[in-house]
């Protein structure tokens, strides 16, 4: 007698049972042909638009400089190399992020900014790099309940921001992945600023607005008649405290800074009627 293989004798006790597949993956949609893909964020409830300033900011750029793409929605921020989204898959495969996309708008779409003087490329960068300062922390920063918070005030919070995130993965990843990202948040600021103050802070934000509105003037945008790289900037941060923060019943201290300056609010509202809402 043979001695008895025991791996066969335990697949006889326990036989192996394949069952079709719980999920399959969707096929991704058939793209263009040569059309470059700008992936971000899926869009909030609220709006048309992402509930990210960096996807909103690259989906304004690319508009303005009437760059040919189609637009897709991504939750995972580690498919681009920066581990950041928005990313673009230009015609030729190559992935780029940041700089590397306004570089390559420029090269296949023309440079917005090329017909600037050098005291308006002057304005331009450091207008840029206040609005991305100063708007962007105030976006961001812990305010205590009865001011703004993208990640702190509850009513926001829990509204808004977490469900964006929380929405696209099954729990408890969900909550896992949205405190997290909330973690990396506060540990950005902190980066930047030792000690977190409001006031400040808020201040911050309500010079760079006055700042914005005189430069703007009554000028369809920051430099005339045609949009900048800087329009891109303010318009994303204009539009997520308009369309975002209109919560009933409850006043919102950045937004009412917003809401001060009429030209920056028929602005944004022009901007987004003429390159979103169609």
Known sequence: MGIPNPLKKLQDALPLVRYPAV???????AEPA?????????????????????????????AFSNYEHVTRECHEPEMSPSGQLPFLMAADGRILTGRQIIEE???????????LTDAER???????????????????????????????????????????????YPWPLNKILSRSLRSEK?????????????????????????????LLGSQLFFFGSKASFLDAVVFSYLHII????????HEVPLRE???????????????????FAA
Request: include cysteine.
């Open 105 to 115: 708008v420029k090269d296949k779409a023309g440079d917005l900014e090329s017909r």
């Open 186 to 214: 506060t540990e950005w600021m902190l980066s930047r600023r030792a000690v977190l103050k409001k006031d400040e802070i808020l201040d911050d934000a309500k010079r760079t607005l006055a700042a914005l509105s005189t």
């Open 122 to 168: 002057s304005n331009l960068t450091a207008f840029t790099q206040l609005a991305e300062t100063k708007l962007d922390f105030a976006l961001n920063y812990t305010f205590p309940p009865q001011l703004f918070t993208m990640w702190y005030d509850s009513r926001i919070r829990d509204r808004i921001t977490f469900p964006m995130y929380e929405s696209l």
């Open 257 to 275: 800074a917003v809401m001060k300056h009429d030209n920056l609010v028929q602005y944004a509202r022009r901007v987004f009627n003429t390159f």
């Open 23 to 29: 999920y399959t993956p969707p096929i991704w949609p």
């Open 242 to 249: 308009l369309s975002l923060l209109a919560l009933p019943s």
């Open 34 to 62: 040569n059309i470059p893909i700008l992936f971000i964020f899926p869009p909030s409830k609220q709006a048309i638009t992402s509930l990210d300033a960096e996807c909103v900011k690259y989906q304004a750029f690319l």
